[in-house]
């Protein structure tokens, strides 16, 4: 069974950086054909895709996100992270990693979420 959790601070400061870890068990994230994603769904809001890191370590971010976005692994850990730089209210969201099945195209495993609040 693969199962995903995410990790890190509630609470942001304006301007900071939103720091988030996926710890994956059940399945590596070195396995092919297997993108690794972030997520996020602020309130009253659908859900928006931030970036994912793929088995090779190419790493595409959303062009609405990319300035500010930061995608990295540890494979040793069998984690990968998020980054989000220069915070603002606006980036005050529910935070998921979610797992892509390429050849199923469908996003096959979530974690709980987190719950990110941008706040002084």
């Known amino acids: 069974q693969v199962q995903l959790q995410e990790s890190g601070p509630g609470l942001v400061k304006p301007s900071q950086t939103l720091s988030l870890t996926c710890t994956v068990s059940?399945?590596?994230?070195?396995?092919?054909?297997?993108?690794w994603n972030w997520i996020r769904q602020a309130p009253g809001k659908g859900l928006e895709w931030i970036g994912y890191?793929?088995?090779?370590?190419?790493?595409v971010y959303s062009p609405l996100l990319e300035s500010r976005t930061s995608i990295s692994r540890d494979t040793s850990r069998n984690q990968f992270t998020l980054q989000l730089t220069s915070v603002t209210p606006e980036d005050t969201a529910v935070y998921y990693c979610?797992?892509?099945?390429?050849?199923?195209?469908?996003?096959?495993?979530w974690g709980q979420g987190t719950q990110v609040t941008v706040s002084s």
């Open positions: 979610v797992r892509c099945d390429w050849d199923l195209n469908e996003y096959d495993y």
């Open positions: 059940g399945d590596s994230i070195t396995t092919n054909r297997v993108y």
């Open positions: 890191i793929r088995a090779s370590g190419t790493i």
